[in-house]
């Protein structure tokens, strides 16, 4: 009875057994399989079907999947606009050269369309630094320069004014919308104007390295006795950019006021030169803008350990830099106007404009004025 019940119970045991080992076989031939679909799968995207390389055969299994930079580029569509179609049969200015032979844009008003530059800028969230200079007794201007920014630059975007200043208790505090700040950065003060203006170089480069490379995209350089009275947008915006001088966009390069004298690095012969180019106002991305202020300030050292400091200072080694490092847009006269002069047919608009001023206003404080009698800050 004892062996009847274990025959019953083995026989009735026995398709139970196989039927669990029968699972556990198939669950690990499955597993083996598994992982042998994924070691192929491994092996075929990092090494490729055709790679026959030693190296291949020696990193292999160590190296990681070859993810390309390619393969991690954002996606960037602009949405949905309506807006004018560009001709090409019917440009929009002939009055003007709109483009350098070297196919860097020039810009004038009606030559950009504003809103497909915002979307584009918007979607790379820009970040933009505008460097000023307030030494000694120009801190006078900076309220007027904020002032005016505020209402037409880079509107909508975000700004950082980087205020270069010997005295930064002067300036008071200012508080600016969401995405804008003023920041103060103490430097020290020269005694000569030509010094003051010279050394703004070696200041940007300085803090470009420093500072501006982490905190900004694009800088842009300017003077401080200047107020803004029109748009001035991300169209300005590229690699690096320089500005025609308003009171030289028709000359011949003879006529360009460009160091003269061979003993300076800054000389460039009469037969030579594109445009003449303001030394208060030029930008780019941080890097270009670091390559040209480094260049012109060890240029400048140069000139000084010679016993020579070009005529027109900054502006005459950023012209040399320009010759031979081309601009890859240029902004027309429109981003730096002084109302001393007659506004000629072709200016539509006058952006970015010098304040007069009078050296003994100035050195008094009282309130600057736009008095025709003033000279104009770009006249020669
Ligand atoms: O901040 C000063 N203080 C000065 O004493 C002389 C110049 N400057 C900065 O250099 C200002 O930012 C000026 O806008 C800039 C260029 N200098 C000029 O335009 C003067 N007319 C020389």
Redo the contacts with the bound molecule.
């Keep these: 009875m004892c062996m009847s019940r274990l025959l019953r119970t083995s026989r009735t045991m026995q398709p139970e057994r196989y039927d669990k080992s029968s699972k556990r076989k198939f669950f690990y031939s499955l597993i083996y399989i598994l992982f042998l679909v994924m070691v192929s799968f491994y092996w075929f995207i990092t090494r490729g079907p055709s790679s026959h390389s030693q190296t291949a055969i020696l990193c292999y299994p160590l190296t990681l999947p070859n993810i390309s930079r390619l393969d991690l580029l954002p996606e960037r569509a602009l949405e949905r606009m309506l807006y004018e179609q560009p001709k090409t049969m019917n440009p929009p200015r002939t009055d003007v050269l709109m483009v350098t032979p070297w196919f860097a844009p020039i810009v004038w008003d009606g030559t950009y369309n504003i809103d497909i530059l915002n979307a584009q800028f918007h979607q790379r969230n820009v970040r933009v630094g505008l460097t ?7 801190t006078v201007f900076l309220q007027r320069f904020i002032e005016t920014a505020e209402k037409f630059f880079m509107v909508g975007h975000k700004v950082n004014y980087y205020v270069f200043t010997d005295r930064p208790n002067d300036i008071g505090n200012i508080s600016l919308p969401e995405g804008r700040k003023v920041v103060i950065l103490e430097v020290p003060s020269y005694k000569r ?1 030509q010094e ?2 010279m050394r ?1 170089m070696e200041m940007i480069r300085d803090y470009s390295q420093q500072r501006f490379i982490h905190e900004v995209d694009f800088l842009v350089c300017v ?3 200047m107020r803004f009275s029109d748009e001035v947008g991300v169209e300005i915006l590229g690699d690096v950019f320089g500005t025609l001088h308003p009171g030289f966009y028709a000359a011949s390069r003879d006529r360009f006021t460009y160091e003269r004298r061979k003993q300076s690095t800054a000389y460039i012969p009469p037969d030579e030169g594109d445009f003449y180019y303001a030394g ?1 106002y030029f930008g780019g991305t941080v890097p270009e803008v670091y390559k040209l202020t480094n260049y012109c300030h060890n240029e400048m050292l140069t000139d000084k350990r010679n016993g020579i400091e070009a005529i027109w200072h900054d502006e005459s080694y950023l012209n040399k830099y320009f010759l031979y490092h081309k601009p890859t847009k240029i902004l027309s006269p429109e981003y730096l106007w002084d109302n001393g002069y007659a506004v000629p047919q072709f200016l539509k608009r006058r952006r970015f404009v010098a304040v007069p001023k009078n050296h003994n206003e100035i050195r008094n404080k009282r309130a600057l004025n736009d008095s025709p009698k003033s000279r104009g ?1 770009f006249h020669r």
Excluded: E, L, P, T
């Excluded at 000023?132 to 120009?138: D, S």
């Design positions: 000023v200079f307030a030494i000694k007794k120009y104007w003051v203006s703004r003077d401080v006795d208060g800050k």
